[in-house]
Protein backbone atom coordinates (compact mmCIF):
# COMPACT_ATOMS: atom_id res chain seq x y z
CA UNK A 1 0.00 0.00 0.00
CA UNK A 2 1.06 3.25 -0.63
CA UNK A 3 1.70 5.46 2.25
CA UNK A 4 0.72 9.16 2.85
CA UNK A 5 3.52 11.71 3.76
CA UNK A 6 3.53 13.01 6.86
CA UNK A 7 6.05 15.47 6.45
CA UNK A 8 4.96 18.79 7.71
CA UNK A 9 5.72 22.21 5.53
CA UNK A 10 8.46 24.60 6.91
CA UNK A 11 6.18 27.38 6.67
CA UNK A 12 4.65 25.98 10.26
CA UNK A 13 8.11 27.04 11.90
CA UNK A 14 8.62 30.46 11.19
CA UNK A 15 6.84 33.90 10.88
CA UNK A 16 7.69 37.55 9.16
CA UNK A 17 10.13 38.73 6.62
CA UNK A 18 12.61 35.99 6.50
CA UNK A 19 9.88 33.72 6.45
CA UNK A 20 8.52 35.17 3.29
CA UNK A 21 11.51 35.54 1.69
CA UNK A 22 12.45 32.27 2.12
CA UNK A 23 9.37 30.96 1.26
CA UNK A 24 9.58 33.02 -2.23
CA UNK A 25 13.32 31.35 -2.66
CA UNK A 26 11.82 27.80 -2.08
CA UNK A 27 9.67 28.67 -4.99
CA UNK A 28 11.70 29.63 -7.26
CA UNK A 29 13.85 26.60 -6.34
CA UNK A 30 10.74 24.00 -6.57
CA UNK A 31 10.87 25.28 -10.29
CA UNK A 32 14.78 25.05 -11.00
CA UNK A 33 15.84 21.74 -9.09
CA UNK A 34 13.55 19.50 -10.93
CA UNK A 35 14.99 20.56 -14.38
CA UNK A 36 18.43 20.88 -13.09
CA UNK A 37 19.14 17.34 -15.44
CA UNK A 38 17.68 18.97 -18.15
CA UNK A 39 20.44 22.04 -17.98
CA UNK A 40 23.10 18.96 -17.49
CA UNK A 41 21.31 17.39 -21.01
CA UNK A 42 21.77 20.91 -22.85
CA UNK A 43 25.08 21.80 -21.34
CA UNK A 44 26.98 18.51 -22.52
CA UNK A 45 25.08 18.65 -25.84
CA UNK A 46 26.82 22.13 -26.56
CA UNK A 47 30.18 21.24 -24.90
CA UNK A 48 30.42 18.33 -27.02
CA UNK A 49 29.03 18.78 -30.71
CA UNK A 50 28.92 22.83 -31.42
CA UNK A 51 31.36 24.24 -34.35
CA UNK A 52 33.76 25.40 -31.14
CA UNK A 53 32.97 21.83 -28.46
CA UNK A 54 35.24 19.19 -27.45
CA UNK A 55 33.52 16.75 -30.71
CA UNK A 56 32.24 18.97 -33.37
CA UNK A 57 29.28 17.61 -35.11
CA UNK A 58 26.64 19.35 -37.08
CA UNK A 59 24.32 16.92 -36.82
CA UNK A 60 24.11 16.58 -33.43
CA UNK A 61 24.33 20.13 -32.65
CA UNK A 62 21.29 21.28 -34.14
CA UNK A 63 19.56 19.74 -30.70
CA UNK A 64 21.52 22.49 -28.82
CA UNK A 65 19.50 25.68 -29.59
CA UNK A 66 15.54 24.18 -29.78
CA UNK A 67 16.46 22.46 -26.30
CA UNK A 68 17.59 25.92 -24.90
CA UNK A 69 15.00 28.21 -26.03
CA UNK A 70 12.08 25.66 -26.00
CA UNK A 71 12.76 22.76 -24.03
CA UNK A 72 14.00 24.41 -20.46
CA UNK A 73 12.09 27.31 -20.49
CA UNK A 74 9.05 25.20 -20.76
CA UNK A 75 9.84 22.73 -18.44
CA UNK A 76 10.28 25.58 -16.08
CA UNK A 77 6.56 26.66 -16.88
CA UNK A 78 5.29 23.87 -16.70
CA UNK A 79 7.02 22.98 -12.98
CA UNK A 80 5.86 26.24 -12.01
CA UNK A 81 2.34 26.10 -12.76
CA UNK A 82 2.16 22.26 -11.10
CA UNK A 83 3.19 24.02 -8.23
CA UNK A 84 0.28 26.49 -7.85
CA UNK A 85 -2.42 24.02 -9.23
CA UNK A 86 -1.15 20.52 -9.91
CA UNK A 87 -1.12 18.80 -13.26
CA UNK A 88 -3.54 20.83 -15.16
CA UNK A 89 -1.61 24.10 -13.50
CA UNK A 90 1.61 22.62 -15.36
CA UNK A 91 -0.44 22.12 -18.63
CA UNK A 92 -1.64 26.04 -18.95
CA UNK A 93 1.84 27.45 -17.60
CA UNK A 94 3.45 25.40 -20.36
CA UNK A 95 1.20 26.84 -23.00
CA UNK A 96 1.72 30.83 -21.58
CA UNK A 97 5.24 29.89 -21.95
CA UNK A 98 5.50 28.90 -24.97
CA UNK A 99 4.14 32.16 -26.30
CA UNK A 100 7.01 33.74 -24.04
CA UNK A 101 9.27 32.05 -25.67
CA UNK A 102 8.19 32.22 -29.34
CA UNK A 103 8.30 36.67 -28.72
CA UNK A 104 11.65 36.90 -27.51
CA UNK A 105 15.25 36.57 -29.32
CA UNK A 106 16.64 35.50 -26.29
CA UNK A 107 16.08 32.49 -23.87
CA UNK A 108 13.54 33.17 -21.27
CA UNK A 109 14.17 31.50 -18.49
CA UNK A 110 12.82 35.05 -16.47
CA UNK A 111 9.63 35.00 -18.54
CA UNK A 112 8.71 30.95 -17.82
CA UNK A 113 9.44 31.56 -14.26
CA UNK A 114 6.59 34.32 -14.44
CA UNK A 115 4.27 33.02 -16.62
CA UNK A 116 4.00 30.03 -15.51
CA UNK A 117 3.07 29.95 -11.85
CA UNK A 118 0.58 33.61 -13.23
CA UNK A 119 -1.20 31.09 -15.90
CA UNK A 120 -1.55 28.26 -13.23
CA UNK A 121 -2.86 31.13 -10.44
CA UNK A 122 -5.04 32.33 -13.35
CA UNK A 123 -6.96 29.24 -14.00
CA UNK A 124 -7.52 27.99 -9.98
CA UNK A 125 -9.57 31.50 -10.19
CA UNK A 126 -11.16 30.46 -13.38
CA UNK A 127 -11.85 27.21 -11.42
CA UNK A 128 -13.74 29.46 -8.36
CA UNK A 129 -15.70 31.46 -11.03
CA UNK A 130 -17.29 28.55 -12.57
CA UNK A 131 -17.75 26.41 -9.39
CA UNK A 132 -21.30 25.11 -9.49
CA UNK A 133 -22.10 26.96 -12.43
CA UNK A 134 -21.66 23.87 -14.71
CA UNK A 135 -23.99 21.03 -15.43
CA UNK A 136 -23.79 17.25 -14.82
CA UNK A 137 -21.63 15.89 -17.53
CA UNK A 138 -20.40 18.74 -19.03
CA UNK A 139 -17.17 18.97 -16.25
CA UNK A 140 -14.34 17.45 -18.16
CA UNK A 141 -15.97 19.17 -21.68
CA UNK A 142 -15.31 22.63 -19.76
CA UNK A 143 -12.05 22.04 -17.65
CA UNK A 144 -10.91 21.14 -21.14
CA UNK A 145 -11.36 23.80 -23.07
CA UNK A 146 -10.85 26.59 -19.98
CA UNK A 147 -7.45 25.07 -19.95
CA UNK A 148 -7.46 25.87 -24.00
CA UNK A 149 -8.51 28.99 -24.00
CA UNK A 150 -7.11 31.02 -21.42
CA UNK A 151 -4.36 28.93 -22.41
CA UNK A 152 -4.19 30.36 -25.84
CA UNK A 153 -4.83 33.47 -24.59
CA UNK A 154 -2.36 34.25 -21.96
CA UNK A 155 0.16 32.35 -25.13
CA UNK A 156 -0.62 35.69 -27.83
CA UNK A 157 -0.31 38.30 -24.74
CA UNK A 158 3.10 36.84 -23.90
CA UNK A 159 3.98 36.26 -27.42
CA UNK A 160 2.75 40.13 -28.31
CA UNK A 161 4.05 41.81 -25.24
CA UNK A 162 7.67 40.43 -24.86
CA UNK A 163 9.42 41.77 -27.44
CA UNK A 164 9.19 45.65 -26.09
CA UNK A 165 9.76 44.75 -22.74
CA UNK A 166 13.35 43.29 -24.13
CA UNK A 167 14.30 45.52 -26.67
CA UNK A 168 13.80 48.11 -24.12
CA UNK A 169 15.89 46.06 -21.31
CA UNK A 170 18.70 45.62 -23.96
CA UNK A 171 18.96 49.60 -24.62
CA UNK A 172 19.25 50.09 -21.50
CA UNK A 173 21.74 48.13 -20.75
CA UNK A 174 23.83 48.25 -23.65
CA UNK A 175 23.78 52.26 -22.64
CA UNK A 176 24.37 51.46 -19.25
CA UNK A 177 27.71 49.44 -19.91
CA UNK A 178 28.89 51.82 -23.04
CA UNK A 179 28.89 54.50 -20.42
CA UNK A 180 30.81 52.72 -17.92
CA UNK A 181 33.31 51.35 -20.99
CA UNK A 182 34.13 55.16 -22.18
CA UNK A 183 34.39 57.03 -18.32
CA UNK A 184 37.19 54.29 -17.22
CA UNK A 185 34.71 52.39 -14.65
CA UNK A 186 34.96 48.61 -16.33
CA UNK A 187 34.90 47.05 -13.48
CA UNK A 188 31.49 48.31 -12.40
CA UNK A 189 30.29 46.88 -15.66
CA UNK A 190 29.95 43.83 -13.19
CA UNK A 191 26.91 45.22 -11.60
CA UNK A 192 24.92 44.92 -15.03
CA UNK A 193 26.39 42.22 -16.68
CA UNK A 194 25.91 39.36 -14.21
CA UNK A 195 22.12 40.07 -13.31
CA UNK A 196 22.11 40.11 -17.67
CA UNK A 197 24.08 36.81 -18.10
CA UNK A 198 21.70 35.33 -15.26
CA UNK A 199 18.64 36.05 -17.25
CA UNK A 200 20.21 34.46 -20.04
CA UNK A 201 20.92 37.86 -21.67
CA UNK A 202 24.71 37.06 -22.13
CA UNK A 203 25.40 35.76 -25.57
CA UNK A 204 23.22 39.40 -26.15
CA UNK A 205 26.03 41.20 -23.75
CA UNK A 206 28.77 39.80 -25.10
CA UNK A 207 28.52 39.84 -28.53
CA UNK A 208 26.16 42.47 -28.91
CA UNK A 209 28.17 44.72 -27.16
CA UNK A 210 31.27 44.11 -25.71
CA UNK A 211 32.30 41.81 -28.75
CA UNK A 212 32.49 44.91 -31.15
CA UNK A 213 34.41 47.35 -28.94
CA UNK A 214 36.34 44.98 -28.03
CA UNK A 215 37.35 43.96 -31.62
CA UNK A 216 37.74 47.41 -32.20
CA UNK A 217 40.12 47.83 -29.33
CA UNK A 218 42.15 44.63 -30.47
CA UNK A 219 42.84 46.08 -33.96
CA UNK A 220 44.54 49.05 -32.17
CA UNK A 221 46.51 47.42 -29.37
CA UNK A 222 46.46 43.96 -30.12
CA UNK A 223 44.16 42.72 -26.72
CA UNK A 224 41.31 43.83 -25.27
CA UNK A 225 39.84 42.84 -21.79
CA UNK A 226 36.13 43.77 -22.77
CA UNK A 227 36.83 40.28 -24.10
CA UNK A 228 36.94 38.89 -20.28
CA UNK A 229 34.02 40.68 -19.21
CA UNK A 230 31.31 38.09 -19.51
CA UNK A 231 33.32 35.32 -20.64
CA UNK A 232 35.59 35.13 -17.21
CA UNK A 233 34.52 31.70 -16.13
CA UNK A 234 35.71 32.30 -12.10
CA UNK A 235 32.51 33.92 -10.70
CA UNK A 236 30.49 30.96 -11.93
CA UNK A 237 33.23 28.63 -10.68
CA UNK A 238 33.49 30.45 -7.46
CA UNK A 239 29.29 30.29 -6.90
CA UNK A 240 29.44 26.50 -8.39
CA UNK A 241 32.35 25.08 -5.77
CA UNK A 242 30.74 27.11 -2.66
CA UNK A 243 27.51 25.21 -3.63
CA UNK A 244 29.53 22.13 -3.69
CA UNK A 245 30.79 22.25 -0.24
CA UNK A 246 27.95 24.16 1.79
CA UNK A 247 25.02 23.91 0.16
CA UNK A 248 22.16 21.30 0.30
CA UNK A 249 22.96 17.48 0.19
CA UNK A 250 20.47 17.64 -2.81
CA UNK A 251 22.17 20.50 -4.70
CA UNK A 252 25.67 18.97 -3.55
CA UNK A 253 25.09 16.04 -6.11
CA UNK A 254 24.48 17.94 -9.33
CA UNK A 255 27.42 20.63 -8.74
CA UNK A 256 30.71 18.81 -9.95
CA UNK A 257 28.97 17.68 -13.57
CA UNK A 258 28.11 21.42 -13.40
CA UNK A 259 31.66 22.57 -12.43
CA UNK A 260 33.27 20.37 -15.49
CA UNK A 261 30.67 21.65 -18.01
CA UNK A 262 31.25 25.26 -16.78
CA UNK A 263 35.00 25.27 -16.45
CA UNK A 264 36.28 23.57 -19.24
CA UNK A 265 32.82 23.26 -21.90
CA UNK A 266 32.68 27.09 -21.57
CA UNK A 267 29.01 26.66 -21.01
CA UNK A 268 27.97 29.44 -18.24
CA UNK A 269 24.66 28.74 -18.55
CA UNK A 270 24.67 25.96 -16.40
CA UNK A 271 24.96 27.58 -13.90
CA UNK A 272 22.48 30.20 -13.65
CA UNK A 273 19.67 28.41 -12.25
CA UNK A 274 22.07 27.93 -8.85
CA UNK A 275 21.58 31.98 -8.55
CA UNK A 276 18.19 31.77 -9.56
CA UNK A 277 16.99 29.28 -7.01
CA UNK A 278 19.20 31.43 -4.69
CA UNK A 279 18.86 35.01 -5.50
CA UNK A 280 20.51 36.71 -3.78
CA UNK A 281 24.21 34.86 -4.37
CA UNK A 282 23.95 37.14 -7.56
CA UNK A 283 26.28 39.34 -5.09
CA UNK A 284 29.21 36.64 -5.44
CA UNK A 285 28.74 36.43 -8.96
CA UNK A 286 28.86 40.32 -9.08
CA UNK A 287 31.70 40.84 -6.87
CA UNK A 288 34.30 37.99 -8.47
CA UNK A 289 33.87 39.43 -11.79
CA UNK A 290 34.36 43.06 -10.24
CA UNK A 291 37.80 42.17 -8.07
CA UNK A 292 38.62 39.81 -11.40
CA UNK A 293 38.47 42.84 -13.60
CA UNK A 294 39.97 44.86 -11.29
CA UNK A 295 43.03 42.71 -11.59
CA UNK A 296 42.85 42.70 -15.13
CA UNK A 297 42.87 45.99 -15.56
CA UNK A 298 45.58 46.64 -13.33
CA UNK A 299 47.72 43.92 -14.75
CA UNK A 300 46.66 44.80 -18.71
CA UNK A 301 45.05 41.64 -19.39
CA UNK A 302 43.36 40.92 -22.54
CA UNK A 303 42.44 38.00 -24.85
CA UNK A 304 43.23 39.02 -28.98
CA UNK A 305 39.59 37.59 -29.73
CA UNK A 306 36.53 36.58 -28.19
CA UNK A 307 36.58 33.47 -25.89
CA UNK A 308 33.57 31.73 -27.36
CA UNK A 309 32.32 29.34 -25.32
CA UNK A 310 34.03 30.85 -22.27
CA UNK A 311 35.80 27.92 -20.49
CA UNK A 312 39.17 28.16 -19.16
CA UNK A 313 40.21 26.29 -22.34
CA UNK A 314 39.61 29.30 -23.97
CA UNK A 315 41.07 31.59 -23.03
CA UNK A 316 44.51 30.50 -23.14
CA UNK A 317 44.19 29.81 -26.51
CA UNK A 318 43.25 34.12 -27.49
CA UNK A 319 45.52 34.99 -24.85
CA UNK A 320 48.83 36.38 -25.83
CA UNK A 321 52.04 34.79 -25.49
CA UNK A 322 53.60 36.61 -22.28
CA UNK A 323 50.13 37.74 -21.00
CA UNK A 324 49.53 34.60 -18.93
CA UNK A 325 49.59 35.53 -15.62
CA UNK A 326 47.43 38.88 -16.16
CA UNK A 327 44.84 36.53 -17.13
CA UNK A 328 45.50 33.67 -14.75
CA UNK A 329 45.22 36.24 -11.79
CA UNK A 330 42.13 37.94 -13.31
CA UNK A 331 40.57 34.32 -13.14
CA UNK A 332 42.17 33.19 -10.24
CA UNK A 333 40.65 36.19 -8.36
CA UNK A 334 37.61 36.64 -9.59
CA UNK A 335 36.79 32.84 -8.50
CA UNK A 336 38.29 33.24 -5.16
CA UNK A 337 36.08 36.41 -4.29
CA UNK A 338 33.20 34.49 -5.66
CA UNK A 339 33.83 31.91 -3.47
CA UNK A 340 34.24 33.53 -0.64
CA UNK A 341 31.38 35.66 -0.76
CA UNK A 342 29.37 32.83 -2.24
CA UNK A 343 30.17 31.13 1.16
CA UNK A 344 29.00 33.31 3.26
CA UNK A 345 25.61 33.60 2.18
CA UNK A 346 25.52 29.74 1.87
CA UNK A 347 26.46 28.73 4.88
CA UNK A 348 24.46 31.13 6.78
CA UNK A 349 21.39 29.57 5.30
CA UNK A 350 22.23 26.58 5.96
CA UNK A 351 23.42 26.94 9.54
CA UNK A 352 19.52 28.93 9.82
CA UNK A 353 18.23 25.48 8.92
CA UNK A 354 20.57 23.22 10.99
CA UNK A 355 19.31 25.65 13.60
CA UNK A 356 15.74 24.76 12.95
CA UNK A 357 16.09 21.27 12.63
CA UNK A 358 14.09 19.58 10.84
CA UNK A 359 15.54 19.93 6.85
CA UNK A 360 17.90 17.95 7.28
CA UNK A 361 18.08 14.60 9.84
CA UNK A 362 14.88 14.91 12.15
CA UNK A 363 15.48 11.60 13.56
CA UNK A 364 19.36 12.50 14.20
CA UNK A 365 18.11 15.37 15.91
CA UNK A 366 15.50 13.71 18.11
CA UNK A 367 18.30 11.08 19.31
CA UNK A 368 20.43 13.95 20.75
CA UNK A 369 17.59 14.60 23.21
CA UNK A 370 17.36 13.49 26.68
CA UNK A 371 16.23 9.63 26.35
CA UNK A 372 13.11 8.29 28.55
CA UNK A 373 14.43 5.25 29.52
CA UNK A 374 11.84 2.48 28.42
CA UNK A 375 10.54 0.87 31.28
CA UNK A 376 9.63 4.17 32.58
CA UNK A 377 7.49 5.18 29.67
CA UNK A 378 3.52 5.30 30.89
CA UNK A 379 2.17 7.97 28.57
CA UNK A 380 2.66 8.22 24.89
CA UNK A 381 1.12 11.55 23.17
CA UNK A 382 0.87 12.00 19.22
CA UNK A 383 1.38 15.22 18.62
CA UNK A 384 0.45 16.99 15.25
CA UNK A 385 0.11 20.79 14.58
CA UNK A 386 -3.79 20.58 15.78
CA UNK A 387 -3.77 17.63 17.18
CA UNK A 388 -6.97 16.49 15.49
CA UNK A 389 -6.73 14.53 12.40
CA UNK A 390 -3.83 12.59 11.53
CA UNK A 391 -2.64 12.85 14.95
CA UNK A 392 -5.92 11.11 16.39
CA UNK A 393 -5.77 8.50 13.78
CA UNK A 394 -1.91 7.40 14.58
CA UNK A 395 -3.30 7.18 18.27
CA UNK A 396 -5.84 5.06 17.45
CA UNK A 397 -3.39 2.81 15.73
CA UNK A 398 -1.06 3.24 18.64
CA UNK A 399 -3.41 2.64 21.81
CA UNK A 400 -3.80 -0.69 20.44
CA UNK A 401 -0.38 -1.77 20.01
CA UNK A 402 0.56 -0.48 23.66
CA UNK A 403 -2.06 -0.88 26.09
CA UNK A 404 -1.62 -3.93 26.90
CA UNK A 405 1.86 -3.28 28.37
CA UNK A 406 -0.01 -0.33 30.17
CA UNK A 407 0.70 2.42 28.39
CA UNK A 408 -1.35 5.18 27.99
CA UNK A 409 -1.99 6.52 24.34
CA UNK A 410 -3.57 10.58 23.92
CA UNK A 411 -3.41 13.12 21.10
CA UNK A 412 -2.57 16.33 21.47
CA UNK A 413 -1.44 19.94 19.37
CA UNK A 414 1.91 19.87 19.28
CA UNK A 415 1.63 23.27 21.67
CA UNK A 416 -0.78 21.54 24.38
CA UNK A 417 1.81 18.38 25.04
CA UNK A 418 1.17 17.50 28.38
CA UNK A 419 4.55 17.85 30.82
CA UNK A 420 3.47 14.28 31.82
CA UNK A 421 4.46 12.83 28.15
CA UNK A 422 7.11 9.97 28.56
CA UNK A 423 7.29 9.86 25.09
CA UNK A 424 6.25 12.09 21.62
CA UNK A 425 5.21 10.44 18.63
CA UNK A 426 5.23 13.47 15.94
CA UNK A 427 5.76 14.79 12.34
CA UNK A 428 9.53 15.31 11.33
CA UNK A 429 8.74 18.76 11.08
CA UNK A 430 7.41 19.20 14.41
CA UNK A 431 10.40 17.78 16.70
CA UNK A 432 11.91 20.47 17.71
CA UNK A 433 8.58 21.89 19.13
CA UNK A 434 7.82 19.02 20.71
CA UNK A 435 11.27 19.24 22.33
CA UNK A 436 10.92 22.71 23.58
CA UNK A 437 7.57 21.92 25.29
CA UNK A 438 7.99 18.76 26.81
CA UNK A 439 12.58 18.78 26.80
CA UNK A 440 12.27 15.68 29.58
CA UNK A 441 9.87 13.58 27.01
CA UNK A 442 11.74 11.49 24.36
CA UNK A 443 10.62 12.54 20.69
CA UNK A 444 10.20 10.17 18.09
CA UNK A 445 9.42 11.88 14.80
CA UNK A 446 7.56 10.06 11.74
CA UNK A 447 6.78 10.44 8.47
CA UNK A 448 4.10 8.15 7.45
CA UNK A 449 0.66 7.80 9.07
CA UNK A 450 -0.10 4.45 8.44
CA UNK A 451 2.43 1.38 9.56
CA UNK A 452 5.37 3.66 10.06
CA UNK A 453 8.45 2.18 11.43
CA UNK A 454 8.63 4.48 13.91
CA UNK A 455 5.19 2.41 15.58
CA UNK A 456 7.19 -0.71 15.21
CA UNK A 457 10.40 0.42 16.99
CA UNK A 458 8.53 2.16 19.54
CA UNK A 459 6.79 -1.20 20.30
CA UNK A 460 9.04 -3.26 20.31
CA UNK A 461 11.14 -1.36 22.68
CA UNK A 462 8.40 -1.05 25.09
CA UNK A 463 7.60 -5.10 24.86
CA UNK A 464 11.36 -5.71 25.43
CA UNK A 465 11.41 -3.58 28.16
CA UNK A 466 8.57 -4.88 29.87
CA UNK A 467 9.24 -8.10 29.21
CA UNK A 468 7.78 -10.80 26.13
CA UNK A 469 5.16 -12.27 28.86
CA UNK A 470 4.00 -8.68 29.80
CA UNK A 471 0.23 -9.20 30.77
CA UNK A 472 -2.67 -6.78 29.80
CA UNK A 473 -2.96 -3.94 32.43
CA UNK A 474 -5.79 -4.36 34.60
CA UNK A 475 -5.84 -0.30 35.28
CA UNK A 476 -8.66 2.12 33.84
CA UNK A 477 -6.18 3.13 31.05
CA UNK A 478 -6.59 -0.11 29.40
CA UNK A 479 -10.36 0.00 30.04
CA UNK A 480 -10.68 3.31 28.44
CA UNK A 481 -8.43 1.71 25.37
CA UNK A 482 -10.73 -1.20 24.91
CA UNK A 483 -14.02 0.71 24.86
CA UNK A 484 -12.53 3.44 22.10
CA UNK A 485 -11.45 -0.18 20.12
CA UNK A 486 -15.15 -1.60 20.49
CA UNK A 487 -17.67 -1.36 18.26
CA UNK A 488 -19.64 1.98 17.52
CA UNK A 489 -21.84 3.35 14.83
CA UNK A 490 -20.81 6.01 12.53
CA UNK A 491 -24.75 7.57 11.94
CA UNK A 492 -25.53 7.70 15.56
CA UNK A 493 -22.41 9.62 16.67
CA UNK A 494 -21.35 12.44 14.19
CA UNK A 495 -21.34 11.49 10.27
CA UNK A 496 -25.40 12.48 9.53
CA UNK A 497 -26.84 10.97 6.67
CA UNK A 498 -27.72 14.07 5.07
CA UNK A 499 -23.63 14.61 5.04
CA UNK A 500 -22.97 11.50 2.97
CA UNK A 501 -22.78 13.00 -0.66
CA UNK A 502 -21.95 11.36 -4.25
CA UNK A 503 -21.41 11.72 -7.43
CA UNK A 504 -19.36 15.01 -6.63
CA UNK A 505 -17.34 16.77 -8.93
CA UNK A 506 -13.89 19.08 -8.24
CA UNK A 507 -11.75 20.14 -10.82
CA UNK A 508 -9.03 20.68 -8.59
CA UNK A 509 -7.82 19.69 -5.18
CA UNK A 510 -8.95 22.80 -3.27
CA UNK A 511 -12.55 22.63 -4.95
CA UNK A 512 -12.93 19.45 -3.26
CA UNK A 513 -11.54 20.92 0.08
CA UNK A 514 -14.02 24.25 -0.11
CA UNK A 515 -16.86 21.45 -0.93
CA UNK A 516 -16.12 19.51 1.99
CA UNK A 517 -16.00 22.33 4.48
CA UNK A 518 -19.66 23.39 3.60
CA UNK A 519 -21.01 20.22 4.89
CA UNK A 520 -20.08 21.01 8.92
CA UNK A 521 -21.12 24.38 7.83
CA UNK A 522 -24.43 23.14 6.28
CA UNK A 523 -24.83 20.80 9.46
CA UNK A 524 -24.80 23.66 11.93
CA UNK A 525 -21.43 22.15 13.22
CA UNK A 526 -19.01 25.34 11.70
CA UNK A 527 -19.00 28.33 10.55
CA UNK A 528 -17.25 29.59 7.30
CA UNK A 529 -13.95 30.34 8.68
CA UNK A 530 -13.84 26.66 9.34
CA UNK A 531 -13.02 26.32 5.28
CA UNK A 532 -10.35 28.99 5.24
CA UNK A 533 -9.20 26.97 8.22
CA UNK A 534 -9.11 23.65 6.43
CA UNK A 535 -7.12 25.55 3.14
CA UNK A 536 -4.57 26.60 5.37
CA UNK A 537 -3.89 22.98 6.91
CA UNK A 538 -3.84 21.39 3.38
CA UNK A 539 -0.75 24.46 2.63
CA UNK A 540 0.98 23.42 5.21
CA UNK A 541 0.79 19.38 5.27
CA UNK A 542 -1.28 17.18 2.87
CA UNK A 543 -4.45 15.69 4.23
CA UNK A 544 -4.21 12.76 1.40
CA UNK A 545 -4.12 9.29 3.54
CA UNK A 546 -3.91 6.88 1.03
CA UNK A 547 -5.47 4.50 -0.69
CA UNK A 548 -7.69 7.28 -2.71
CA UNK A 549 -8.68 8.72 0.63
CA UNK A 550 -8.30 12.08 1.55
CA UNK A 551 -9.09 13.58 5.55
CA UNK A 552 -9.30 17.67 5.13
CA UNK A 553 -9.19 19.50 8.63
CA UNK A 554 -8.57 22.83 9.90
CA UNK A 555 -6.00 24.41 11.74
CA UNK A 556 -5.74 24.58 15.12
CA UNK A 557 -6.48 28.76 15.33
CA UNK A 558 -10.15 27.84 13.82
CA UNK A 559 -11.19 25.71 16.16
CA UNK A 560 -13.24 27.80 17.99
CA UNK A 561 -15.51 28.09 14.72
CA UNK A 562 -16.63 24.59 15.73
CA UNK A 563 -19.82 24.24 18.01
CA UNK A 564 -20.10 20.03 17.49
CA UNK A 565 -18.05 17.08 16.23
CA UNK A 566 -19.05 16.24 12.51
CA UNK A 567 -17.90 14.48 10.07
CA UNK A 568 -18.74 14.27 6.43
CA UNK A 569 -18.42 12.24 3.60
CA UNK A 570 -18.26 13.15 -0.28
CA UNK A 571 -17.26 10.91 -3.44
CA UNK A 572 -15.38 12.05 -6.22
CA UNK A 573 -16.08 9.14 -9.05
CA UNK A 574 -13.64 10.67 -11.49
CA UNK A 575 -11.21 11.61 -9.47
CA UNK A 576 -9.53 14.34 -8.06
CA UNK A 577 -5.70 15.13 -8.46
CA UNK A 578 -4.31 15.66 -5.29
CA UNK A 579 -0.66 15.90 -4.46
CA UNK A 580 0.43 13.43 -6.96
CA UNK A 581 -2.56 10.84 -6.32
CA UNK A 582 -6.12 10.40 -7.36
CA UNK A 583 -8.80 10.82 -5.15
CA UNK A 584 -12.16 9.67 -4.74
CA UNK A 585 -13.26 9.98 -1.51
CA UNK A 586 -13.17 13.00 0.77
CA UNK A 587 -13.86 12.85 4.66
CA UNK A 588 -13.93 16.36 6.27
CA UNK A 589 -13.54 16.36 9.82
CA UNK A 590 -14.83 19.64 12.47
CA UNK A 591 -14.14 18.70 16.05
CA UNK A 592 -12.79 20.75 19.28
CA UNK A 593 -12.49 17.73 21.13
CA UNK A 594 -11.84 13.88 20.72
CA UNK A 595 -15.49 13.20 20.22
CA UNK A 596 -14.12 12.03 16.75
CA UNK A 597 -11.71 9.33 17.81
CA UNK A 598 -13.80 6.32 16.98
CA UNK A 599 -14.26 7.22 13.12
CA UNK A 600 -10.41 7.91 12.89
CA UNK A 601 -9.95 4.42 14.46
CA UNK A 602 -11.95 3.00 11.69
CA UNK A 603 -10.60 5.28 8.89
CA UNK A 604 -6.90 3.93 9.82
CA UNK A 605 -8.73 0.14 9.50
CA UNK A 606 -10.11 1.52 6.45
CA UNK A 607 -6.55 2.87 4.70
CA UNK A 608 -5.66 -0.82 5.42
CA UNK A 609 -8.03 -2.55 3.54
CA UNK A 610 -7.84 -1.92 -0.29
CA UNK A 611 -11.00 -3.13 -1.06
CA UNK A 612 -13.33 -1.12 1.11
CA UNK A 613 -11.67 2.20 0.02
CA UNK A 614 -12.55 0.98 -3.64
CA UNK A 615 -16.19 0.06 -2.47
CA UNK A 616 -16.72 3.42 -0.55
CA UNK A 617 -15.20 5.06 -4.10
CA UNK A 618 -18.21 3.43 -5.80
CA UNK A 619 -20.97 3.51 -3.38
CA UNK A 620 -24.34 4.50 -4.60
CA UNK A 621 -26.43 4.84 -1.66
CA UNK A 622 -25.89 6.46 1.93
CA UNK A 623 -26.95 3.20 3.37
CA UNK A 624 -23.73 1.70 1.83
CA UNK A 625 -21.39 4.29 2.95
CA UNK A 626 -22.95 4.11 6.93
CA UNK A 627 -22.42 -0.03 6.58
CA UNK A 628 -18.78 0.05 5.09
CA UNK A 629 -17.73 2.48 7.72
CA UNK A 630 -19.41 0.76 10.58
CA UNK A 631 -18.02 -2.67 9.16
CA UNK A 632 -14.65 -1.75 9.56
CA UNK A 633 -15.70 -0.89 13.72
CA UNK A 634 -17.01 -4.19 14.54
Known amino acids: ?376 ISKVVIACDAGMGSSAMVASTMKKRLSQYGVEVDHKAVDQIPSDASLILTQEGLVSRAHKRVPSARVVPFTNYIDDPAFDRVEAEVRAARGEAAEPANDGELSQASTANGPTHVAASVLPRDAIRLKQHAASKEEAITMAGQVPIDEGAADDAYVKGMLAREEQISTYMGEGVAIPHGVNEVRDHISKATLGFLQFPDGVEWDGNTCTVVIPIASSSNEHLEIMAALAGLLSHRETARHLGEATSADEVLHLLDSQQT
Not at 46 to 54: H, N, S
Not at 88 to 97: N, P, S, W
Not at 214 to 235: C, D, K, W, Y
Not at 340 to 360: F, N, P, W
Request: net charge neutral; charged share 10%; proline share 6%.
Open 1 to 376: MSLPDATVNKNLQGHGVRASLQQFGRFLAGMIMPNIGAFIAWGLLTALFIETGWTPNATLAKLVDPTLTYLLPVLIGYTGGKIVNGTRGGVIGAIATMGVVVGADITMFLGAMVMGPFAAWLLKRADKLLEGRIHSGFEMLVDNFEIGILGMTLAIIGHLGVEPIVSTLMDWLASGVGFLVHHGLLPLASVLVEPAKVLFLNNAVNHGIFTPLGTQEAHTTGRSILFMVESNPGPGLGLLVAYQFFGSRQIRQSTPGAIIIHLFGGIHEIFFPYVLMKPKTILATIAGGMSGLAVGVAFHAGLVAPASPGSIIAWFLMCQPGHYLAMIADFLVATVVSFVVAMLLIRTDRAKDDVSGEDKNPTATAATRPQAPLTN
